[in-house]
């Protein structure tokens, strides 16, 4: 005060964790009341006169013109409702119940920190950029009966106070399910075409997909339009091919990104989904924090039930069948399949099968059901891919097979543990 021309935000602040229950402009109030009191008693305390201007003294007259805070340009008093309202404003098509404000300082705030810092002990002084935060905050509450959340804000706000600029983080919608695929020729996540990565292009007719369904695509529908999210994201424990169908329930969870509506109602949903032929689905919940149970899916390893049908070259030689029985609980030396060799390191995976029974359908078809450890290759298995797959049912009954139809009859998860029930 000596020095300079300071505002009672700035000069609180020096005090901030004194006292409990004040703001800090309360807190800079009382000290320039103390000082006041003081020169009206006639102590000689210089002081620049503009820090007292507003107090009326009673023995004394002080004459002083205003001047700006020399610390933060009074800021406090000019620009928290000014930014508050801007928050508020491109808050509005947002379904929130809770948010958190984060400002990134001016240079110049930053600058005038320093210096401060330079001049008192810092010993309960509270940063600027915390006190901007709650201040906002607080004019944010008050304008949008909405919650300041420090934990889990649904939104985050982000100010740039340098360029008076206001961006938004909002969290993620997540919604819990399970779904079955009754096709072929369906992916699980959306694939774009290569060529043009979605934008659209002559290779894909301008569609901008390589599939023109997914099961994501089947599912995020609805969800979309009713959240009025920017797009989805699938993570499910674990992908059928796209030629294998998933008569299985498969848990996933859909991750509507920056919904602007955040309540939904499951069974109407569900009920728009299950629509498709091509898959059904069972909604189980809304789940505040996705990456939990995300995590879970992706790390669990679940064990996999197939069925396959099998049609093979030649007559199957009866006398061999009894042989795939010793493959139950035998370890399978799997090369990287050469069908994937192209996205994955070439490496040799050891996995079980668990269970495996077989049944002649006719004289070249046979049907197996393999319980397998997760991340088998079920159809390598099968065909033995070229010996990269050692042992293989073509091995064994040495024989070719020509055409095998998989499907996924049951995913071993133990997720329901992680969500409880709907
Ligand atoms: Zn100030
Ligand atoms: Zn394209």
């Known amino acids: ?10 000069l609180g602040r020096v005090f901030a964790n004194l006292l409990t229950g004040y703001s800090n402009k309360e807190r800079g109030r009382f000290v320039k009341s103390v000082v006041a ?6 102590e000689k305390i210089e002081i620049d006169p503009s820090n007292i201007r507003d107090i009326k003294l009673r023995n004394l007259k002080v004459e002083a013109e205003k001047k700006k805070c020399y610390f933060c340009g009074d800021f406090f008093e000019n620009k928290i409702e000014f930014l508050a309202k801007k928050i508020v404003e491109k808050l509005k098509e947002y379904d929130f119940s809770t948010f958190l404000i984060g400002t990134k300082l001016s240079g110049e705030l ?15 002084y509270e940063s600027i950029k915390s006190e901007i935060n709650r201040e906002i905050g607080k004019k944010v509450e008050a304008m949008t009966n909405k919650r300041m959340n420090r934990e889990a804000p649904e939104v985050i706000v982000l100010v740039d106070l340098e360029k008076e600029v206001v961006s938004l983080n909002v969290k993620s919608l997540f919604i819990v399910g399970e779904y079955k695929k009754f096709v072929r020729n369906l992916p699980q996540a959306t694939w774009y075409c290569q060529s043009c990565k979605g934008k659209g292009c002559e290779n894909c007719k301008g569609t901008g997909l390589l599939y023109k369904s997914s099961v994501q695509m089947i599912i995020e529908k609805p969800i979309l339009k009713v959240t009025k999210g920017k797009k989805s994201k699938i993570h499910a ?14 848990p996933f969870v859909i ?14 949903l569900e009920k728009e989904i299950n629509k498709s032929k091509k898959i059904k689905v069972r909604l189980i919940k809304v789940v505040e924090d996705g990456s939990k149970l995300v995590k879970f899916l992706k790390s669990e390893k679940a064990e996999k039930t197939y069925l396959a049908e099998v049609v093979f070259e030649k007559q199957i030689d009866k006398n061999k069948l009894k042989l795939i029985d010793g493959l139950k609980n035998s370890v399978i030396y799997q090369k990287t399949p050469t069908r994937v060799l192209k996205r994955r390191s070439d490496r040799i995976r050891k996995k079980y099968v668990r269970e495996i029974k077989w049944k002649l359908k006719n004289s070249k078809t046979l049907i197996l059901k393999i319980r397998a450890s997760s991340g088998l290759y079920v159809k390598e298995l099968i065909t033995g891919d070229e010996g990269r ?24 998860s133990d997720w329901k543990r992680m969500i409880g029930g709907r």
């Open 1 to 10: 005060m000596r020095r300079y021309s300071i505002c009672d935000n700035c």
């Open 37 to 42: 009191m003081l020169i009206d008693c006639g």
């Open 110 to 124: 930053k600058l005038k920190e320093e210096e401060m810092l330079d001049l008192i002990n810092p010993e309960f």
């Open 237 to 250: 424990a674990g992908r059928e091919d796209i030629d294998v169908r998933c008569l299985g329930w498969r």
């Open 255 to 268: 991750e509507i990104v920056k919904p602007k509506v955040r309540k939904v109602e499951l069974k109407k």
């Open 389 to 412: 797959t050692k042992p293989s049912i073509s091995e064994i009954l040495n024989n070719k097979p020509i055409k095998v139809l998989l499907d996924v009859i049951k995913i071993h």
